[in-house]
């Protein structure tokens, strides 16, 4: 029977994005009853977008 290739360990991943990168965001654009929230994305700047945290954190 072969051996399996081991891979080498992955780098942790970032706590803030769950490792996707970005983290949802919200605007809130007008004011009072007017007021509108718009649901979007953000990009990450814990991990600057890689999704593993930096090393020596």
């Given amino acids: 029977m072969a051996r399996t290739k081991k891979l080498p360990p992955?780098?942790?991943?970032?706590?803030?994005?769950?490792g996707e990168g970005q983290t949802e965001a919200f605007l809130i654009v007008g004011r009072g009853k007017n007021a509108t929230r718009l649901d979007t994305w953000a990009f990450c700047f814990d991990c600057d977008g890689t999704g593993h945290t930096p090393e020596g954190r």
């Fill in 10 to 18: 992955s780098p942790p991943v970032c706590p803030t994005c769950a």
